[in-house]
């Protein structure tokens, strides 16, 4: 499986972005796909997930009610649509992927076996 990240930016307090992720080589539809990040000097960190399987979403509660996954199966495509952005939203974040992803796991980066290259967000004040 390869994965694409791009969407990231500059972009002021409040403003909004909104990042890809496209995915190629298996069947899209059977893998779970989160996002994660990792800001200067911080540990990486769960941003959100959808479930292969019904489409379940899963966010951290520092980003709930501002970024929105989804995914598109005819595109291979996964966004996340951030909105509100604040200063510490600043960091480069990545797209995986893994299919024996199960619901109490799926916030765990050690449960993705496919990472994209990361794509840069930086939140101005």
């Known amino acids: 499986v390869q994965l694409q990240a791009s969407g990231g930016g500059l972009v002021q307090a409040g403003g909004s972005l909104r990042l890809s992720c496209a995915a190629s080589?298996?069947?899209?539809?059977?893998?779970?796909m989160g996002w994660f990040r990792q800001a200067p000097g911080k540990e990486h960190e769960f941003v959100a997930a959808?479930?292969?399987?019904?489409?379940?979403?899963y966010y951290a509660d520092s980003v709930k009610g501002r970024f929105t996954i989804s995914r598109d199966g005819a595109k291979n495509t996964v966004y996340l649509q951030m909105h509100s952005l604040k200063p510490e939203d600043t960091a480069i974040y990545y797209c995986?992927?893994?299919?024996?992803?199960?619901?109490?796991?799926?916030?765990?980066?050690?449960?993705?076996?496919?990472w994209g290259q990361g794509t840069q967000v930086t939140v101005s004040s």
């Open positions: 995986a992927t893994g299919r024996e992803i199960i619901v109490t796991t799926i916030r765990d980066g050690r449960a993705y076996a496919y």
């Open positions: 080589g298996r069947t899209f539809s059977s893998y779970t």
């Open positions: 959808v479930f292969r399987s019904g489409g379940s979403t």
